[in-house]
């Protein structure tokens, strides 16, 4: 028997469907990983984290915390002269009296930060002041707590004291839920102590342990594992041949479900493995001997494990949880006389439950079901990470040994029934799943709709457009837009001063250009009476001060007093711009991404066109003459050509909205030219022109995309080498473009996707 084993684990991995829908599912788990770790407007990269851990290294506990509470120090000082300089930009008196009431209550604080604030020397981890702020904070938290654990360990063994203290009820106080949920507290963390806790941020072992989509893409594995150990021999009716004695078939069984053991070890290793590689690299090593309450997240943990403990018990539980499922799902198939079924019942199994653990509140009475469930249970974080005692009829039990029962139970139980009713199995084959109810076909000559249902609906590319709209919509309307103080600034001046050039317009600006005048002249005769000895050097320093916080939004003013002098010598507009370059990416470049997802998207949507009729043989049943075969391809290209503009238009129209909702963006008539970065554009088109040109050429660009897609689908008929072929050719340089390698850009269709950066 135990030849059997490895014999019916290679029997499936051999398969080049299935081998093949291991590396998807793996490439497809890389490309989460890199997707949701993407930086935002308040979330650094992953570089910051590395950068962080890099600076603590070899740090005691006590130089961490010193180290920590001074980088807490220094960007609350300079968050503070950004607030006082907000007030006193309202330019109004009661802007003006909160800021000084704000100086008088932190003196010295903005003195000591303000040049630091104008140096931009604070920004040691993330580009912007908002992203610093955020990431220091969320460090300075998780150091707190890791050097507090002592702490925190002592008031758990306190609670239990003075509950013990009490003796004026006669022990009635001891003989509730609360009082033995205490008790039983104490004990499960009395073998703990704060003697090998070494802090270390939580971001790399979080994010590589807690993704929903692995444990996702795991079980869809196991589903196609368990279909081609069961169901794909009984739809070739291979068990006919197969079944042999007693003896034989409880061999063969075991073997099978050993072999879909050792695949859910196995799976759940490589995908867990990938994901740590991939965090350690980014994020930094965390040190795996440290004790998995160093990581603050899990502080709460009564288990006296490592980091590197927790990651492989975590793996193991998953793998048995998986397979626990898969034997479940065998026996599904062994008793389905339909192939459909299992994978309807796996669907069924993991989407109940994940609706338990998101709709059941966590202090409710049916807690127990929130977290004692398939979906509760892959989330070991909780498991392993937390803890957690359930009221049962007044009597604390915990949450982890309730889960490995659960999870055993599910094991046996599945096992169990996958032996006896496979030894018992009567029913060799299996027929597909039909509708209840019949689809009338009207036959109809119209070769367009004809290949827009079988590339969209037979070819299932409508379910692929729709998940890729999805993923690029919630993208977009989650990228959060905040403007600065400099911003709100010129966004005030610009409200006024937008529209046709005026005599008041040019008065109000030379008006606020006056007053910037002035505070340079201002330094200059503090600077020329302090030479002079006429005054102090202090106070030669406040008078320079006061200057310089006058001169704080002069940058965002050179921007305004750029328009007009460009409206002086070529004529033209005043227009406030911020909303315009946001759009079409300027201060950032959120195109890369987006077309690296359209690529995809449309990769997998086309490029079935042409080669599904060549695998299944329809195109030689056709006997089409070569006009007709050219109109055929025609319409497969309409096709290709409209899916690619829809889902072009998707992102797109997302960022549009959600950047007007910061910034207003009017004078759409006026002439691009009055846009500072398009100021040397050859053709003097209105705003609402080049907006339409600038979308044209991103779609034209996916357009060839699924061109290119389907003219390999065409020359290597075949649907997997043409998905391999088009990645390689039109997603990998991208990826390279994105992984830093700038020249890889120029073999792409990029740079026609983003033509305005260039």
């Known amino acids: 028997m135990l030849r059997l084993i490895p014999f019916e684990l290679i029997k499936i991995w051999r398969k080049k469907s299935f081998a093949l829908s291991v590396c998807v599912l793996l490439w497809l788990h890389i490309f989460l990983l890199w997707y949701t770790s993407l930086p935002d407007g308040e979330t650094p990269e992953l570089s910051a984290y590395k950068a962080i851990q890099a600076e603590l290294s070899g740090m005691s506990e006590v130089q961490k915390g010193r180290y920590m509470e001074e980088l807490k120090e220094t960007i609350d000082g300079v968050c503070f002269v950004q607030d006082i300089l907000a007030m006193q930009g309202f330019q109004n008196e009661m802007g003006d009296a909160l800021a000084e009431q704000e100086m008088k209550n932190n003196p010295g604080v903005f003195e000591k930060y303000y040049e630091m604030y104008q ?13 610093e702020k955020a990431f220091i904070d969320e460090i300075y938290e998780e150091q707190k707590k890791a050097e507090g654990y002592g702490e925190y360990l002592a008031s758990i063994q306190e609670n239990k004291e003075n509950l013990s203290g009490i003796s004026i009820f006669g022990g009635e106080e001891q003989d509730t839920y609360s009082s033995r949920n205490l008790q039983k507290s104490a004990k499960d963390y009395s073998h703990l102590s704060a003697e090998n806790i070494r802090f270390v941020p939580s971001k790399g072992i979080t994010s590589a342990m807690q993704g929903i989509w692995i444990d996702l893409l795991l079980f869809l594995n196991v589903m196609l594992f368990v279909g081609n150990l069961i169901t794909e021999e009984k739809e070739k009716k291979l068990l ?28 759940s290793s490589l995908f867990y493995a990938v994901s740590v590689i991939f965090f350690g690299y980014s994020t930094g090593w965390f040190e795996p001997g440290a004790s998995l309450q160093s990581v603050a997240p899990y502080a709460g943990s009564s288990l006296n494990i490592s980091i590197l403990g927790y990651i492989l018990l975590s793996v193991l539980t998953k793998a048995f949880l998986l397979f626990g499922l898969g034997a479940v799902l065998t026996a599904f198939c062994i008793v389905s006389g339909i192939a459909a079924l299992p994978f309807l019942a796996g669907a069924a199994i993991m989407g109940g439950s994940a609706l338990l653990y998101y709709s059941i509140p966590s202090g409710s009475m049916f807690a127990v079901f929130k977290y004692v469930n398939p979906f509760g249970l892959m989330k070991t974080e909780n498991l392993y990470g937390g803890y957690l005692n359930f009221n049962m009829f007044g009597y604390p039990v915990s949450r982890l040994e309730l889960s490995v ?4 139970f599910i094991c046996v139980m599945g096992t169990g029934a996958g032996v006896w009713l496979f030894c018992r199995m009567r029913n060799f084959e ?23 249902y079988k590339i ?12 890729f709209a999805a993923l690029l919509a919630y993208d977009s309307l989650g990228h959060s837009y905040t403007p600065s103080v400099a911003e709100q600034y010129y966004g005030d001046i610009m409200a006024e001063l937008e529209g046709e050039f005026t005599d008041k317009k040019e008065s109000l600006l030379l008006s606020e250009k006056s007053r910037y005048e002035d505070a340079f002249q201002s330094i200059e005769r503090a600077e020329e009476m302090q030479s002079a000895g006429q005054i102090s050097k202090d106070a030669a320093d406040d008078i320079k001060m006061q200057a310089e916080m006058t001169l704080t939004f002069y940058p965002a003013f050179q921007r305004v007093e750029e328009q007009y002098e460009h ?3 070529k004529g033209g507009s005043f227009v406030y711009d911020t909303g315009y370059l946001e759009l079409f990416g300027v201060f950032d470049d959120p195109f890369s991404v987006d077309f690296l997802i359209l690529t995809i998207g449309m990769i997998l949507t086309v490029s079935g066109a042409a080669a599904m009729e060549y695998q299944n043989g329809s195109l030689f049943l056709l006997c089409a003459t070569k006009a007709g075969k050219r109109k055929i391809f025609a319409r497969k290209l309409c096709i290709c050509a409209i899916s690619a503009a829809i889902l072009t238009f998707v992102p797109f129209v997302c960022r549009l909205y959600r950047i007007s909702t910061v910034y207003s963006m009017h004078s759409l008539g006026a002439s691009v030219r009055n846009i500072s970065r398009f100021r040397d554009f050859a053709v003097p088109l209105p705003i609402v022109m080049f907006i339409l040109l600038f979308v044209l050429s991103q779609v034209l660009s996916v357009i060839l995309v699924s061109f290119i897609t389907t003219a390999f689908s065409m020359w290597r ?9 088009s990645l390689l050719f039109l997603a990998v340089p991208l990826i390279l473009y994105l992984l830093g390698f700038g020249f890889a850009k120029w073999f792409s269709l990029y740079p026609l996707y983003s033509m305005m950066m260039f």
């Open 456 to 467: 969209l609906v037979s070819n299932r590319a409508l379910l692929i457009l729709l998940l």
């Open 119 to 131: 140096s931009g020397g604070y920004l040691q981890f993330a580009a912007t002041l908002e992203q």
């Open 405 to 408: 029962l659960l999870i055993l």
């Open 567 to 569: 409206i002086r010598a």
């Open 430 to 452: 299996v027929r597909k799943l039909r509708m209840p109810f019949a689809v009338p076909f009207h036959p109809h000559t119209n070769i367009m709709r004809h290949e827009g």
């Open 717 to 725: 008929k075949n649907l997997a080498q043409t998905v391999f072929f």
């Open 240 to 267: 006919f041949i197969t079944r042999s004695t007693k003896h034989g078939i409880l061999h063969s069984i075991v073997s099978r479900l050993a072999a879909l053991l050792m695949h859910c070890i196995l799976l």
